[in-house]
């Protein structure tokens, strides 16, 4: 039994790794396509589920050949899924890559533990104290950028966190988690098609920002995605919450490596407080 839990365990660790690459992944191909700007921000969050929804449908029928939209997913998630990529796309117009992280992850961290909290599951001791450490390196790596912050942007990227907490703690108890992802995907398309088109005039797709696009939806979040749902019934909100504070980590090195950025002692001091704010979080017993 004790051989089985830790398997268990193991395996959630490593889906949660790699979903959490995903979303580094994510952060750095949207910046990449839109600071060209490569592609408008309509048309990216559009290609982005367009493309995650047909990855994940090919997949799951493989699986189950009923559609999946009439099996799993449901329109509140899909819902959040495309309030959560919209927001997202649209805040990074206007903040900076540093600020935009502080914005999203402090939002994802106060939904998930306020309703963890709401819930009457009150982290421990451990726990705030890895969240205050954690947050405080998130703020450390944050805080050149965050001298005048655009107020429209802030609050996109605060419905953005908000959002995908929503999607993240409705995702907790999916019992099949590919096919909840490839409905939600299926359903998120059609949400998301009329309001591209208010936008038609202002259309910029180039290939590179296709390209860049489809990744992002087929790779970074539609399986990326699948991966986290499938970690997240081993882990409370509280955690769940705490380990997506190293995704501006990763996606920071990523940039380091593949966009040419330097590395500085402070990204190094950084990422060393919010990986061991998680570790002491983690180092909890589960209650």
Known sequence: MQVTKQSATARSVL??????????ANSLLCRAALR???IDAWSFTAVRLGSGALVLGGIARLRRPTPVSERQGSWISAAALVAYASAFSFAYLRLSTGVGALALFSSVQATMIGWSIRCGKRPSALEWCGLALALA???????PGASAPDVRGLALMAVSGAAWGVYSLRGRSSRMPLLATAGNFARGVPLVLPLALLVWGAFQVS??????????GALASGLGYSLWYAALPRMSATRAALVQLVVPVLAALAGVVLLGEVVSPRLAISGALILGGIGLALATPRR
């Open 15 to 24: 889906l949660a790794s790699l979903a959490l690459a995903g979303f580094a």
């Open 207 to 216: 290939p590179r920002g296709l390209a860049l696009a489809c990744a992002s």
């Open 36 to 38: 060209g700007p490569a």
């Open 137 to 143: 390196g998130l703020g450390y790596l944050t805080l």
